[in-house]
């Protein structure tokens, strides 16, 4: 296992890389030292043809499952020890799932990939890797070091503007007694303002958000680029994190398609495309 440290701007915001056997992933260093086992995934050191040796984690209608579950064997391997990973069928919209144990987390019987419909899911049970894709949208992972809950949250601009990271949070306090200053968050990498174009039809959602005007930089009539990063940011805060217990990835999907998936750099060119996965989780010897 090797980890990467000569990235400065990953590490000035809280990141390091970590690889094994070509497969990298992107660490949140405070969340791992509060407890919690966490990673972004890119989409090196796989097997999938998205062109070639693509590490695609998900999408069983777009790649063969033989493909996507030796690469999430791989990536597991990233990880001490064994994990169950929990996921869910993400609807954009602002459903949260609790998993109370190993066997919640698992899909019924003979259902390639997940069963449950959600876009959040939040656990305090050990050797369960909560898991959310993206190729695009915002990875958001959260943990609490008093009570140990964590979560995992798929945000693009629909569960964004429905505040799925806040309900998210309120089922942590609700299930698990949880306090948002207590907290801490990774949000990881996504299409980014540098790059994400929207229309009116997303602009027009965001108006009455507060401090809309800083979401948005202008480009063209009835457009604009879009900061997700800042939108969900300012969410967690609204929410009562502290700002230091925020760490923001500063990369952008859209723009390093080197390591990363981007559904709106790659859909319309190859038919198809690769999903990337978050997860968090905390080990058994934690109490």
């Not at 980014?192 to 965001?206: A, K, T």
Request: glycine content about 8%; some cysteine.
């Amino acid at each position: 296992m090797e980890m990467i440290t000569d990235d400065p701007a990953t590490e000035s915001a809280g990141f390091y890389w970590r690889e094994h056997d070509g497969v990298r992933a992107l660490i949140c260093a405070p969340l791992e030292a509060d407890g919690f086992t966490n990673a972004f995934s890119t989409r090196l050191g796989g097997v999938s043809p998205f062109p070639q040796d693509a590490l695609n984690l998900a999408g069983f209608n777009e790649d063969e499952a033989d493909n996507i579950y030796e690469n999430r064997r791989r990536f597991l391997k990233l990880f001490e020890g064994d994990w169950t990973l929990a996921g869910c069928w993400q609807i954009h919209r602002a459903d949260v799932r609790v998993v109370h144990d190993p066997q919640e987390a698992k899909p019924q019987p003979g259902v390639l990939g997940d069963d449950q419909y959600c876009d959040a899911l939040v656990s305090s049970t050990p050797k369960i890797l909560l898991a959310v894709k993206t190729a695009d949208c915002v990875p958001i992972l959260i943990g609490d070091p008093l009570t140990r809950a964590f979560a995992a949250v798929h945000a693009g601009w629909r569960g964004t503007s429905a505040s799925i990271v806040r309900r998210a949070i309120e089922q942590m306090e609700s299930e698990y007694g949880a306090h948002a200053a207590n907290m801490r968050a990774a949000i990881g990498p996504a299409a980014n303002v540098c790059c994400y174009e929207v229309g009116s039809e997303v602009i027009d959602v965001f108006k009455e958000f507060p401090q809309a005007e800083q979401l948005f930089k202008p480009t063209r009539d009835g457009h604009a680029r879009i900061d997700l990063h800042l939108a969900n940011r300012n969410q967690l805060l609204d929410a009562g994190f502290s700002a230091d217990r925020i760490h923001v990835a500063p990369l952008c999907t859209m723009d390093r398609t080197d390591l990363f998936f981007s559904y709106r750099r790659e859909k319309q060119l190859h038919g198809r495309v690769g999903r990337l996965m978050s997860v968090i989780g905390r080990r058994a010897s934690q109490s």
